[in-house]
């Protein structure tokens, strides 16, 4: 897996395969399936041959590199009843 993180935090936003493909511009990240309009190659970092938790949901789990922890500042969605 890889995962691109926000420079700023840490924070892991997105997590693929590793055979998806996809270009990090100055102005944004093109994926096969969508665009990210608020990353680019000055405010994220992709970490390659990663193995995310089990439970990983963006923005949930801070990534340093090595290893992984759950963000403080998560906060899980509520149940749909």
Same mark, same amino acid.
């Given at each position: 897996? #890889?995962?691109?993180? #926000?420079?700023?935090?840490?924070?892991?936003?997105?997590?693929?395969?590793?055979?998806?493909?996809?270009? $990090?511009?100055?102005?944004?990240?093109?994926?096969?399936?969508?665009?990210?309009?608020?990353?680019?190659?000055?405010?994220?970092?992709?970490?390659?041959?990663?193995?995310?938790?089990?439970?990983?949901?963006?923005? #949930?789990? $801070?990534?340093?590199? *090595?290893?992984? *922890?759950?963000?403080?500042?998560?906060?899980?969605?509520?149940?749909? *009843?």
């Amino acid at each position: 897996m #890889k995962t691109i993180t #926000k420079n700023i935090n840490n924070l892991s936003v997105y997590l693929f395969e590793d055979t998806v493909n996809f270009t $990090i511009e100055a102005d944004k990240i093109t994926t096969p399936t969508f665009i990210v309009s608020d990353l680019n190659s000055s405010n994220c970092t992709v970490h390659n041959n990663v193995t995310a938790p089990n439970d990983w949901v963006g923005s #949930k789990y $801070i990534y340093d590199g *090595s290893s992984w *922890s759950v963000s403080p500042d998560y906060t899980a969605p509520p149940e749909v *009843s």
